[in-house]
């Protein structure tokens, strides 16, 4: 045992004893008050925005989705060994766990191996808390992995509503459960749920059936619905996604969040810069002498749906600026890319400019099948 809770009950102060993780050769305790409070106040999603891109996916899609995002952690304390499960939230190897699979351990000698085979090394913690038991991190890579993409939930669920965990209880590796909320703790900092969370399962994600992340499995007493996990809202995780400006490479990836959406090409990010889509151009709205062109709303709208008020993914070619000082983005709402999903839809051509040309052959394939369909803009001609 890694890790120990007390649960004071409403009715009388009632202490109970809440495993977490352990590996074969070795057990260890912690502990820390947890007090009961009313649930917190839900936040309402927005109205008109479409929800991430896997609403609606059946529960076996969303596990074959997310679970080569979450990982095993294997810890020391130079007597005894851990395991605990965690995940990824970014493509440059940004990560989230709880405090306490990493608590006591000798540092530098954690070991996290992904659903591929790799053992990669903590870079360097970004921050963690012991009172809250969770930690963020990157890592050290050498290859591409798969990750769980922000935004986490817009809301927190309603007691009742489903979720799921994937983690690896006993090194059992991406094992699935489901349940339900069955309440808020903490002041609505831990989530209580059915969602059987047994050792080794430390750390993984707990997700909506939107497949967004809505807590981090911390802990469970290993009854049906004394499980518990801490509130992702309460992290802020964007902040350690986000990029400063005078860090932008050219060929690597950052995650944005998109404040407001320009026209089909063009939108502004939470640094207030102006982001444009590289290799395309989308009919006008808003241009001072060409006014609002055939397919333009369209493309405006369908840009608005994909990304507005979410977090993208923005990988750089060559050049990182226009003559404008737009930033020049591929633009990927989860694995899927804005660009190409415009040529495909008949809403934008094909408008390149060396030395910018990573992806220009794929995209004439793109604008090939959509001329070829005859929709959008290629539908009168």
Same mark, same amino acid.
């Given at each position: 045992?890694?890790?120990?809770?007390?649960?004071?009950?409403?009715?009388?102060?009632?202490?109970?004893?809440?495993?977490?993780?352990?590996?074969?050769?070795?057990r260890?305790?912690?502990?820390?008050?947890?007090?009961?409070?009313?649930?917190?106040?839900?936040?309402?999603?927005q109205?008109?925005?479409?929800?991430?891109?896997?609403?609606?996916?059946?529960?076996?899609? $969303?596990? &074959?989705?997310?679970?080569?995002?979450?990982?095993?952690?294997?810890?020391? /304390?130079? #007597?005894?060994?851990?395991?605990?499960?965690?995940?990824?939230?970014?493509?440059?190897?940004?990560?989230?766990?709880?405090?306490?699979?990493?608590?006591?351990?000798?540092?530098?000698?954690?070991?996290?191996?992904?659903?591929?085979?790799?053992?990669?090394?903590?870079e360097?913690?970004?921050?963690?808390?012991? /009172?809250?038991?969770?930690?963020i991190? &990157?890592?050290?890579?050498?290859?591409?992995?798969?990750?769980?993409p922000?935004?986490?939930?817009?809301?927190?669920?309603?007691?009742?509503?489903?979720?799921?965990?994937?983690?690896?209880? +006993?090194?059992?590796?991406?094992?699935?459960?489901?349940?339900?909320?069955?309440?808020?703790?903490?002041n609505?900092?831990?989530?209580?749920t059915?969602?059987e969370?047994?050792?080794?399962?430390?750390?993984?994600? $707990?997700?909506?059936?939107?497949?967004?992340?809505?807590?981090?499995?911390?802990?469970?007493?290993?009854?049906?619905?004394?499980?518990?996990?801490?509130?992702?809202?309460? $992290?802020? #995780?964007?902040?350690? #996604?986000?990029?400063?400006?005078?860090?932008?490479?050219?060929? +690597?990836?950052?995650?944005?969040?998109?404040?407001?959406?320009?026209?089909?090409?063009?939108?502004?990010?939470?640094?207030?810069?102006?982001?444009?889509?590289?290799?395309i151009?989308?009919?006008?709205?808003?241009?001072?002498?060409?006014?609002v062109?055939?397919?333009?709303?369209?493309a405006?709208?369908?840009?608005k749906?994909?990304?507005?008020?979410?977090?993208?993914? $923005?990988?750089? /070619?060559v050049?990182i600026?226009?003559?404008?000082?737009?930033?020049?983005?591929?633009?990927?709402?989860?694995?899927v #890319?804005?660009?190409?999903?415009?040529?495909?839809?008949?809403?934008?051509?094909?408008?390149?400019?060396?030395?910018?040309? &990573?992806?220009?052959?794929?995209?004439?394939?793109?604008?090939?099948?959509?001329?070829?369909?005859?929709?959008?803009?290629?539908?009168?001609?």
């Open positions: 045992m890694k890790y120990k809770f007390y649960i004071i009950s409403i009715i009388a102060i009632i202490m109970f004893s809440i495993s977490s993780c352990e590996r074969k050769s070795g260890k305790t912690n502990s820390r008050p947890i007090t009961t409070y009313p649930k917190e106040k839900p936040v309402t999603r109205s008109g925005i479409k929800e991430p891109h896997s609403s609606g996916l059946p529960l076996n899609q $969303l596990f &074959k989705k997310y679970q080569s995002a979450v990982f095993m952690v294997f810890t020391s /304390d130079g #007597l005894m060994d851990y395991q605990g499960s965690g995940f990824f939230i970014s493509a440059d190897g940004v990560a989230v766990s709880n405090y306490h699979v990493f608590e006591g351990t000798t540092k530098g000698m954690e070991v996290i191996r992904t659903a591929g085979g790799q053992e990669l090394k903590v360097r913690v970004l921050a963690q808390s012991s /009172d809250n038991d969770y930690i991190f &990157k890592v050290r890579l050498n290859s591409n992995i798969r990750f769980i922000i935004p986490v939930a817009q809301r927190s669920p309603d007691i009742g509503e489903d979720v799921f965990a994937i983690g690896n209880p +006993h090194g059992l590796e991406h094992t699935l459960s489901k349940g339900i909320v069955s309440g808020y703790r903490d609505g900092n831990l989530i209580q059915t969602t969370i047994t050792h080794g399962s430390s750390g993984g994600p $707990l997700l909506n059936m939107q497949g967004e992340v809505v807590g981090i499995t911390t802990a469970g007493l290993g009854e049906a619905n004394l499980n518990f996990a801490v509130n992702i809202k309460h $992290l802020n #995780l964007n902040r350690y #996604l986000s990029q400063n400006v005078e860090n932008y490479q050219p060929g +690597h990836t950052y995650i944005a969040q998109v404040k407001r959406v320009i026209d089909g090409d063009t939108f502004v990010i939470e640094t207030d810069e102006r982001v444009r889509l590289i290799g151009d989308t009919p006008e709205t808003v241009h001072p002498r060409r006014g062109e055939p397919f333009g709303p369209e405006t709208e369908f840009t749906n994909a990304i507005e008020g979410k977090y993208v993914r $923005l990988e750089f /070619d050049e600026y226009d003559m404008f000082k737009r930033l020049l983005a591929y633009v990927y709402v989860d694995d #890319l804005l660009n190409e999903q415009l040529l495909l839809e008949g809403l934008a051509v094909i408008s390149t400019h060396p030395p910018n040309v &990573k992806y220009v052959e794929r995209f004439l394939e793109q604008q090939k099948i959509a001329q070829k369909r005859g929709i959008g803009i290629w539908s009168n001609i």
